[in-house]
C-alpha cells in the first residue's frame, strides 16, 4: 500500500514555494494528492479549472502527484476516503503554524488516522504569498522569480483582462 498524503490549499496561484513543499513531501509520502481547495469565504483570481490546468502541468513530470478539487466536504473525511495518512501544511512563519496547528488538532480529532506534517520551504520562499504574488502582478510587478514561467503568463493574461474589463 502506498504511503498517501495530500497537500491542500486555494493556490491562487501555485508558487514556486507551493512546488517546493510539494517536492519536500514527495521525498517522504510516493502519493501526493494536490488538493485545491474551493473557498467561498476567499475571493480567487483564477478559477479552479485554471489552477488545476496549471498545477497539472506544473507538476506532469513529477511522479506520483495526483491533482483534485475538493468541491464540498470536509478535508479529514476527504483523506479518509482517499486513504491518505497525512495532509501536508507549508509553514513559512510563526504566524502560519498558530493557525495550521489549529487545524490540525481539529483534523486530527475528525479522523484520528490522519496526521499533519508541516513542511518549510526554501528560505527564499519563507515571504512569498499567493495573496502578495496577486498583488504585486496585477499592479505590474515583477515575480517571475517566485512563480512558474506558465503561472506567469497566467498572471499577465489576467491583468490585461482585467485592465480591458469595465469597472462596476
Do not use: C, W
Request: aromatic share 8%; charged share 25%.
Amino acid at each position: 500500500m502506498k504511503k498517501k498524503a495530500i497537500y491542500p490549499g486555494t493556490f491562487d496561484p501555485f508558487t514556486n514555494g507551493h512546488l517546493d513543499v510539494l517536492e519536500r513531501a514527495l521525498t517522504i509520502f510516493e502519493e501526493v494528492t494536490v488538493l485545491i481547495a474551493e473557498n467561498s469565504s476567499k475571493s480567487t483570481l483564477f478559477t479552479v479549472e485554471e489552477r488545476m490546468g496549471a498545477i497539472g502541468s506544473i507538476t506532469s513530470s513529477l511522479e506520483g502527484v495526483r491533482v483534485e478539487v475538493l468541491h464540498d466536504g470536509l478535508l479529514a473525511e476527504y483523506a479518509r476516503d482517499m486513504g491518505a495518512k497525512a495532509i501536508i501544511r507549508g509553514v513559512r512563519q510563526v504566524k502560519d503554524f498558530e493557525y495550521e496547528f489549529q487545524l490540525s488538532l481539529l483534523n486530527r480529532h475528525l479522523n484520528p488516522d490522519v496526521t499533519t506534517v508541516f513542511l518549510m520551504p526554501n528560505v527564499k520562499y519563507t515571504y512569498v504569498a499567493s495573496s502578495i504574488i496577486k498583488e504585486v502582478a496585477m499592479l505590474g510587478g515583477d515575480v517571475s522569480k517566485f512563480v512558474h514561467p506558465d503561472v506567469l503568463r497566467m498572471l499577465h493574461r489576467k491583468r490585461e483582462e482585467l485592465k480591458r474589463s469595465p469597472t462596476p
